[in-house]
């Protein structure tokens, strides 16, 4: 059974940073690309950044770009978001999710592609 499972989210003040976490679990031995997602309130949820199965390609929002970064440590089934310079409008329940690929060299932005989720965990960036 597959399980993502996100850490790190919490409180910060506008200009801080946080990184966010995902170990990921029981996952099948296939390529997939990894993605983080937000739902911020009120508002649909939304793609982040992924990252493809071989951790060549990298792809991210206009919004978080040159703030955000997303690296993968395939071997220990982990995916980081590391977050600069938050704003409030980076208040949201961020989500990593998984995207079956046939490629491995393939970093996935739709979110119907996805075929597993995390919980999510809230980042609050306010004074």
């Known amino acids: 059974q597959v399980q993502l499972v996100e850490s790190g989210g919490g409180w910060v003040q506008p200009g801080a940073s946080l990184r966010l976490s995902c170990t990921a679990s029981?996952?099948?031995?296939?390529?997939?690309?990894m993605g983080w997602f937000r739902q911020r309130p009120g508002k649909a949820r939304e793609f982040v950044a992924a990252?493809?199965?071989?951790?060549?390609?990298?792809t991210y929002a206009d919004s978080v770009k040159g703030r955000f970064t997303v690296t993968r440590d395939k071997r220990n089934s982990m995916v980081y978001l590391r977050m600069n310079d938050l704003n409030p409008e980076d208040t949201a329940v961020y989500y990593c999710?998984?995207?079956?690929?046939?490629?491995?060299?393939?970093?996935?932005?739709?979110?119907?592609?996805?075929?597993?989720w995390g919980q999510g965990t809230q980042v609050t960036v306010s004074t």
């Open positions: 999710a998984a995207a079956p690929v046939n490629s491995v060299h393939t970093a996935v932005v739709s979110e119907t592609q996805y075929q597993f």
């Open positions: 029981g996952m099948p031995n296939t390529a997939h690309s």
């Open positions: 990252k493809s199965d071989r951790g060549d390609k990298t």
